[in-house]
C-alpha cells in the first residue's frame, strides 16, 4: 500500500468532459472509486476568478486537470489560483495535470527583446504551489528543464502507433510518416520506428513570419499513404499546404496526426476543404462543436493514459513505463485491437 492518501482530483473550466472521463476511468477500471473534489471556479462581474473547495483537503494528495489553452491567460490564471488555494488548505502534495502547456512555443529568445514566456510560466506554476506536473507533448522537450520540479511528459506517439496499426494494418508496407518541419523529426522518427516504416521530411523556406515561401520534400513519396505528424495545429495552414505539396511529388494519401488541437481561426474551414483524407487529434483541448463535426477529423481520447500516469505518480510507479505499447494497449482495454 503507498504511504499517501488516495489521490484526488479537481478541475478548472478549461477541459471538464476530461477531467471527468479520467475520474471515471480511475473509478471504473483502476480499483479507485473517486470523482472531481465539489468546488466552483466562477468570475466576479469584472472578470477576475474566484476558486472555493468545498471538501477538507488537508493532507490530501491533489491533482488540478487543466490544460493552458484558449483562453490561455484566463485558464493559467485559474490553474494558478486552484494550486494556491490547495496550498493554503494544506494539501500534503499538488501535481498540476495540464495536457496542453500554453505558452509553450516561447521557449527562446528568436530575437532582440524577446521573453522567454516558457520560463516564466514554469516560474509561476511552482511559485503558487506545484510541486509537479505532468502534461502530454511539450512543444520542445527542453522546457521540462525549466522546472526545478518534477516534470512527467508523456507523449502521443505510442497511443498514434497504435490506432495506425489498427487503420492502416493491411497496409503498413505503404505507410510513411512526415515530419512537416526539420524542428519535428525526432517526434516523426520516434513513430516510424514503432510502426517500422519510412521518414519523409518536409523543408520549409519562410520569407517572414507566418508564410510559407516554399516547400521541398525530403525522401520518395510517390506511391505511399503519408502520415504528417505534429505536436499541434494551430490554424492549420502549414498543414494543408504540406498534404497538397506531398500529394504533387507523388503520394496516393495524405494524413495527419496531430496531439493539441488548437484549431484557432480558419482551421477548421482550411481543413475541411483540403486534401487531408483524415486528421486525428487528441482531447487534451476541449474540441469545439465546429472541430467535433468536421468530417475528416477524428478524436482520440487520452483520459486512459492520463489516468494511468496519475495513479502510477500516486503510488510512486514508473511513468515512463506507459511509453511501451505491451504497458500501453491493455491501458486502453482493446480499443485499438483487431
Excluded at 55 to 76: C, H, K, W, Y
Aim: aromatic fraction near 6%.
Amino acid at each position: 500500500m503507498p504511504a499517501t492518501p488516495e489521490p484526488k482530483l479537481i478541475s478548472g473550466n478549461a477541459n471538464m468532459p476530461l477531467a471527468t472521463a479520467i475520474a471515471r476511468r480511475m473509478s471504473m477500471h483502476r480499483g479507485v472509486n473517486l470523482g472531481l473534489v465539489d468546488a466552483r471556479v466562477e468570475r466576479f462581474n469584472d472578470g477576475e476568478i474566484f476558486v472555493e473547495v468545498f471538501e477538507n483537503v488537508r493532507g490530501e494528495d491533489m491533482f488540478i486537470i487543466q490544460p493552458t489553452s484558449n483562453p490561455a491567460n484566463d485558464n493559467l490564471m485559474e490553474l494558478l489560483i486552484m494550486a494556491d488555494a490547495l496550498r493554503r488548505s494544506s494539501a500534503m502534495r499538488i501535481t498540476a495535470v495540464i495536457p496542453y502547456f500554453g505558452y509553450a512555443r516561447q521557449d527562446r529568445r528568436s530575437k532582440a527583446r524577446t521573453p522567454i514566456s516558457a520560463k516564466l510560466v514554469a516560474n509561476m506554476l511552482v511559485e503558487a504551489g506545484i510541486e509537479r506536473v505532468l502534461t502530454m507533448d511539450l512543444h520542445a522537450a527542453q522546457i521540462q528543464g525549466f522546472f526545478d520540479i518534477p516534470v512527467d511528459n508523456l507523449y502521443a506517439s505510442p497511443v498514434f502507433a497504435l490506432d495506425i496499426m489498427k487503420q492502416f494494418k493491411d497496409e503498413l508496407d505503404e505507410v510513411m510518416i512526415v515530419s512537416p518541419d526539420v524542428g519535428g523529426v525526432a517526434r516523426a522518427r520516434e513513430l516510424a520506428k514503432r510502426i517500422n516504416a519510412p521518414l519523409s521530411i518536409v523543408d520549409k523556406r519562410r520569407e517572414k513570419a507566418g508564410e510559407v515561401a516554399e516547400m521541398t520534400i525530403i525522401g520518395d513519396v510517390a506511391g505511399k499513404k503519408c502520415i504528417i505528424v505534429d505536436d499541434m495545429c494551430d490554424t492549420a495552414g502549414t498543414l494543408c499546404k504540406a498534404a497538397q505539396v506531398l500529394l504533387e511529388n507523388g503520394a496516393s494519401e495524405v494524413h495527419a496526426y496531430t496531439t493539441h488541437g488548437v484549431m484557432s481561426g480558419p482551421a477548421v474551414e482550411r481543413i475541411t476543404g483540403s486534401v487531408l483524407k483524415s486528421m486525428v487529434i487528441t482531447d487534451t483541448i476541449a474540441p469545439t462543436e465546429a472541430v467535433r463535426n468536421t468530417p475528416n477529423v477524428r478524436i482520440i481520447p487520452t483520459a486512459p493514459v492520463f489516468a494511468q500516469a496519475i495513479l502510477n505518480i500516486w503510488n510512486g510507479t514508473s511513468v515512463s513505463s506507459l511509453f511501451d505499447t505491451p504497458t500501453l494497449e491493455p491501458v486502453y482495454e482493446g480499443q485499438f485491437g483487431n
